[in-house]
């Protein structure tokens, strides 16, 4: 049996926001939408279990928690270097 795909879509803006905040989530088809919208607007994807499974846990519209902030740092890293790599 394969394992069920899940998605957590994460939106952040540093001018009016402490830090990310969860702004979609789901499982199965829901977790294939948010994945499908990611790539019609160019919105890189990432994949890490450990981090989805804690972000999957929150509320839409919580900010992460401090003891995510790491995780999510890697990842907004990831996704900088992917920007300057298409420029």
């Known amino acids: 049996m394969s394992k069920r795909q899940v998605a957590v879509a994460l939106g952040y803006d540093s001018d009016t926001m402490p830090a990310p905040k969860v702004l979609a989530k789901g499982g199965g088809v829901i977790a294939d939408k948010i994945i499908a919208l990611a790539k019609e607007q160019g919105i890189p994807i990432q994949s890490n279990e450990a981090l989805v499974s804690s972000l999957q846990q929150l509320d839409l ?16 890293v990831f996704m900088m270097q992917l920007e300057k790599s298409r420029m």
């Open 61 to 76: 519209g919580v900010i992460i928690p401090e003891e995510l902030y790491e995780a999510v740092v890697e990842l907004l």
